[in-house]
């Protein structure tokens, strides 16, 4: 629908390709790629394509199931992204936070004053990946989500596997 509406509003002006291209600061070949269904022009452009060719915004977007699918898909995979970020900055910071307390165990740090510190990193880690799995993922594409959910299993396996040590340690079955 777009791609007609342009066209037709093109030939309508007696206008090339190449000069509706100026018009709209782009190359020629953006334009027959709009006019040919290959691609669609972005928001402000298309704003501008209905300020030009006076035709509604409402018209020359909603007129095209296309776009509206493609939007759609793109709104959801923007949604899928800012839900993934969540978990997987309260995971690699969980995870940061708990290798740096392994190092400092490993250099002789104190199991006595690390390891609350530790099980603070895992409980937090948990909690993000129980709300990952209970809620985030069923909002998220399959790639994003299957992403998100391997660098949470990651993180959870180093912070439970920092808490064992320090246990250990604790225990004097391990020593550093």
Known sequence: MIADILKEQRKIRNLTQQEVAEIFHVTRQTVSNWENEKNYPDVPTLVAISDYFEVSLDYLMKGDEKYMAKMKQ????????????????IAGTMLIC???????????????????????????TIWSFVIHFGNLRSQMNRVIGTSVSIFLFASLFVNLFSVLLCILSALQVVYF
């Open 74 to 89: 793109e709104a959801k995979l923007l949604r899928s992204i800012q839900v993934g970020s969540v978990p997987t900055i």
């Open 98 to 124: 708990s290798l740096i307390l392994m190092i400092a165990l490993f250099k002789g740090g104190s199991v006595v004053d690390i390891l609350p510190y530790q099980l603070m990193l895992t409980i937090v």
